[in-house]
């Protein structure tokens, strides 16, 4: 096996999977937040395929591929709400949106 081991994959995983952490506590935005759900699904994933690859096992990239569609689908959903939000004039505040307004 060439490359680096296991350890580093989980290593940058890890860094990935904390800094999607601090996106999703931190800010405000629904945007950021999304992209910082989408940054832990790819560390996730990160993770997956390095345990794929140390165990000479498929079973780790088959399940990054399902946690891609995953992430498509919530992309679509999430965009679709901003984009809803948007056009109501709706205050784009991760905060403020408690309840759902018909």
């Known amino acids: 096996m060439?490359?680096?081991g296991v350890t580093w994959y989980l290593?940058?995983?890890a860094v990935l999977?904390?800094?999607g952490t601090t996106?999703?506590?931190?800010?405000?935005?629904p945007l950021i937040v999304l992209l910082s759900l989408e940054i832990m699904l790819n560390s996730s994933?990160?993770?997956?395929?390095g345990f794929?690859?140390?165990?000479?096992a498929m079973d780790g990239q088959v399940f990054a591929i399902a946690v891609m569609a995953v992430a498509a689908a919530e992309v679509c959903v999430g965009l679709g709400l901003i984009v809803a939000f948007s056009r109501r004039q709706m205050a784009l505040d991760?905060?403020?949106l408690t309840e759902l307004r018909g």
């Open 23 to 29: 996106g999703v506590i931190l800010r405000r935005s």
């Open 17 to 19: 999977f904390g800094i």
């Open 2 to 4: 060439l490359g680096p």
């Open 52 to 56: 794929s690859r140390h165990f000479g």
């Open 45 to 49: 994933n990160l993770a997956l395929v």
């Open 11 to 13: 290593a940058v995983a």
């Open 94 to 96: 991760v905060d403020t």
